[in-house]
């Protein structure tokens, strides 16, 4: 059946992991465009800023603090939605924690709430909001990585994550628009390393500090890509060509790609002290920044 999505200016948009990075860049874009944005994130203190922030220039934005990995915490980010506007038109899975850290190294513990928010996170909010989404049809957007099909030394747990992202993603798609035939997109973004705090907020088994490999693109990039599938309805969208080269390799040349991936270990670490060796695996981060420290950037 044929899809239909509004105009941005005619949307509810709800957004997770909306205070800082990608999440943060999407909901001020879609703010500005007219959507009328729901924020969602663990950092309280930092939405409500940015709210403020949207508010106060004319738009029109909420912000629910909750923690992507409670199913219960993201019922009630919907029913916050619903209750200020009365429907939701487009849900952006996008809230995500890093791990950096060699397999062998990283706890059992870290890995599972990884996995909580970066997986289960997608999951409990793409389920959240599909009966919401099939009432008036909509769109469903989550975030993944070009670790969806490639892979990062150091960041194993991480690629597992977002490899588990695709293949949920890709079944529900089959299950709510070809075997349901539900007015839903279901649409994966695939980014390549973006300009964010992503690596400062990763929980850091290294005693160097982590970094992303350049070259890294700018998150509105990514925004832009998000809030074009809201509006056209998308499979799926590698952004920065880079995304494209690693998945073009991970699947037509993986022997090749395993060796060329290796080398990117130098590349994801600083040559300074690890600082914060913690993140924000465990506790919200409330910097409400855009874009990371990367001079190279």
Known sequence: MSIKLKALDQQVIVITGASSGIGLCTAESAAKRGAKVVLSARSENTLNDVVTRINSVGGEAIAIAADVADRKQIEAVADAAISRFGRIDTWVNNAGVAIYGRLDEV???????LFDTNFWGVVN???VALPYLKQNGG???NVGSEVSDAVAPLLGMYSASKHAVKGFTDALRVESEHV?????????IQPT???TPFDQHGRNYMDREPDLPTPMIDPQKVADAILSAAENPTRDVKVGMMSKVNTFAAKNMPSI?????AKQVKNLQRDEPAHDREGTLYIP???GHIHGNHPSA
């Open 180 to 188: 349901d035939k539900a007015p839903i997109s279901i649409t994966l």
């Open 257 to 261: 790609a395993d060796r060329m991936t």
């Open 193 to 195: 390393a973006v300009n």
């Open 285 to 287: 981060g409330e910097g």
């Open 125 to 127: 909010g793409s389920l």
């Open 139 to 141: 769109a469903l957007i």
């Open 107 to 113: 706890s059992e513990q870290d890995s599972r709430r």
